[in-house]
Structure formats: structure tokens, C-alpha cells
């Protein structure tokens, strides 16, 4: 049921015009980022899921968002050789527009009905020959977003040696839902 949930995630913000593409966006098993060319990486990975009822499957997916930006790709009239020399990841990420993208991306999905049609979708092609395919009944919400922090080359599957070779943060979403009576279980 993840799987739907995590595709159709990738699949509305393709089609969203927010400039990310196939190279820059994947699933991901976990937030760090492909070997990459590019300047930014976003993963889309899965949380923990969980269940609050006994005679239904009543279950709560999540999934996190994992934005990073190279740092070496960062011209230094945006980014200012003093934030570099400082470090002040902070001011950093709102300089090089992290924290505009992050923004964005939270305020496009948090509730985002596109995401779960998408993912139910997904799940009756994934399920054709089932009688019953129940979906997803509510969307995810934003959660939290974590604060930007530097991270080194061994993030990008480099050589550790590499300081501050970057910028992430999780941007986390929790709560989608979906039910299935107990009389579908098979």
C-alpha cells in the first residue's frame, strides 16, 4: 500500500511545474540522495506505519520528503563568501532559495486529495484481479520540517573527507489513511 502512496507522491509532483524532474526526484529507500549531477535531490522515502483498531485494518501511512542541495553548485554571489566562510546553514538555506522550495512543498501537500486519487489509482492497477481494493480515505498532513543542517561527501556517496559538501532537510508527512473492514481480509 506504500508503494502507491509513495509513487503517486512522485507522480503529482512532476506534473506540479515546481521544477523538479526524474533526474532530481526519486523513491528512495531513505533520504539520502542517488549519485547526482544535478544541484538538487529530493527523495521520497516511507515512515513508519501504524494501526488503532482491532476487528479493521484502520491504517496511517507516512512518508518524508528528503531535499538536498550540493553546496559546491552554489554561486558564490547568492550564497556570499561570508555565509560559506561562516557556515551559517541558516542563512544559507534562505539564501539559495532552500527553504522557499521547502515551503512550497509542504504547502502543496499537506492535505493534498490529487495525491490520494493518484495513489488509489495506482492501487487498483497494482490489485486488478482483487474483488475488493480498498484505498486510501484521507491525506497526509505536514507534520514537521526539520532545520537544514551541512552535511558532508559521504551524503552523496562521496569522499567523507568532503566538509559541508551539501545542505538537507526532512520534510515529513503523517497520517494517511485507509480502512479495511474486516470482512475483506483474505
Not at 521544477?19 to 513508519?48: C, K, Y
Not at 512518508?63 to 550540493?70: D, E, K
Amino acid at each position: 500500500m506504500i508503494d502507491s502512496l509513495l509513487f503517486a507522491v512522485k507522480e503529482v509532483i512532476l506534473a506540479s511545474n515546481f521544477g523538479w524532474d526524474s533526474r532530481t526526484m526519486d523513491v528512495m529507500p531513505d533520504g539520502h540522495p542517488r549519485p547526482i549531477t544535478a544541484n538538487w535531490f529530493l527523495a521520497i522515502h516511507q515512515e513508519q506505519e501504524r494501526g488503532d483498531m482491532m476487528n479493521a485494518l484502520d491504517e496511517y501511512y507516512a512518508f518524508t520528503l528528503t531535499m538536498t542541495r550540493m553546496l559546491a553548485q552554489v554561486p558564490v554571489d547568492k550564497a556570499g563568501t561570508a555565509i560559506l566562510a561562516n557556515l551559517d546553514v541558516r542563512t544559507l538555506a534562505k539564501e539559495t532559495g532552500f527553504n522557499a522550495r521547502a515551503q512550497q512543498l509542504k504547502t502543496f501537500l499537506h492535505m493534498n486529495w490529487a495525491v490520494i486519487g493518484r495513489a488509489n489509482e495506482l492501487l487498483l492497477e497494482m490489485y486488478a484481479a482483487e474483488y475488493v481494493v480498498n484505498g486510501f480515505c484521507e491525506p497526509a498532513h505536514w507534520e514537521n520540517t526539520t532545520v537544514p543542517k551541512l552535511v558532508g561527501g559521504e551524503w552523496f556517496s562521496a569522499e567523507a573527507a568532503q566538509a559541508n559538501a551539501g545542505i538537507t532537510a526532512e520534510i515529513r508527512f503523517a497520517d494517511a489513511r485507509r480502512l479495511q473492514p474486516i470482512t475483506t481480509f483474505s
